[in-house]
């Protein structure tokens, strides 16, 4: 029912939150929904592929989830956030990056924002590996702020901070490189020119034991330290089949991760 008493009908399916009205947020939204925050990028990822690459990809993603399981798992989907931290790709144009500074803030407004709804689970599903360390830092003022419970998801961990990456890229395909373009090629085949793929996997650092991409010792980089493509990775044996496959496995997994977010309470003290 509607504060004036008036019987409020939910549309069954309806998962994006800026879709709905007040009334009907009001039903739809309670103690029980997860508030879940696509965040992306606009940034250069190779000859090949579209700027737009991180973007499509997250919200194909959360919208299959929402899909599929989103009744079930009290899922709102609020707007994407198109644009990221991407400061180690702003030597290519095309790239929009936010300062830290501007990027916190804006989600610092938008946990004070949501905090106002019934629900108290706030989810950061993460499609830019460039905004990992800011988003952890995010859901610490965020929860500290509003009190809401806040999350980062990320439904295939990037392979620079403990993802398994794929062999053929010597585990440091980060950047364009097999899995995203693959990934393309299934969610937005025309989008890509497999004619301009070219492999550069920085293979001078796979003997290392701590100094290389996804190892124990971090480094700052960009893109651009690599190589003139702007690649990290090896995206020549792209294909729509692996694309789908990696898809349905990060489908997968986000749900699950999601239902366990739903259920997560602090122990008592």
Request: proline share 6%; aromatic share 4%; glycine share 12%.
């Amino acid at each position: 029912m509607s504060p004036t008493g008036e019987r409020v009908t939910v549309p069954r399916g309806t998962r994006r939150f800026a879709e709905l009205r007040t009334s009907e947020l009001e039903v739809l939204c309670g103690a029980g929904t997860v508030l879940v925050q696509p965040i992306a990028a606009v940034e250069q990822h190779g000859p090949h592929l579209p700027l737009s690459t991180d973007l499509e990809v997250v919200t194909a993603l959360v919208d299959a989830v929402a899909l599929e399981r989103g009744d079930e798992l009290g899922v709102l989907v609020l707007p994407p956030i198109s644009y990221g931290k991407s400061n180690e790709h702003t030597w290519a144009a095309g790239t929009v990056s936010l300062e830290a500074s501007t990027l916190l803030a804006v989600l610092g407004d938008l946990g004070r924002s949501v905090a106002r709804t019934a629900a108290r689970k706030l989810a950061f599903v993460n499609g830019h590996g460039g905004n990992s360390a800011l988003l952890q830092v995010a859901c610490r003022d965020i929860h500290l702020a509003t009190g809401l419970e806040t999350f980062l998801l990320h439904p295939s961990l990037p392979a620079d901070q403990g993802g398994p990456g794929h062999a053929v890229e010597l585990g440091m395909g980060v950047h364009a490189g097999l899995g995203e373009t693959s990934l393309l090629l299934y969610l937005r085949p025309e989008l890509v020119d497999m004619s301009e793929a070219r492999r550069n996997v920085p293979e001078e650092l796979a003997a290392n034991r701590w100094v290389r991409i996804g190892g124990p010792v971090s480094f700052g980089w960009t893109s651009a330290d690599f190589g003139p493509t702007g690649v990290i990775g090896d995206p020549t044996g792209a294909t729509a089949e692996l694309g789908k496959e990696l898809f349905e496995e990060m489908v997968t997994r986000l749900g699950e991760q999601i239902e366990e977010v739903r259920s997560f309470s602090f122990p008592s003290a």
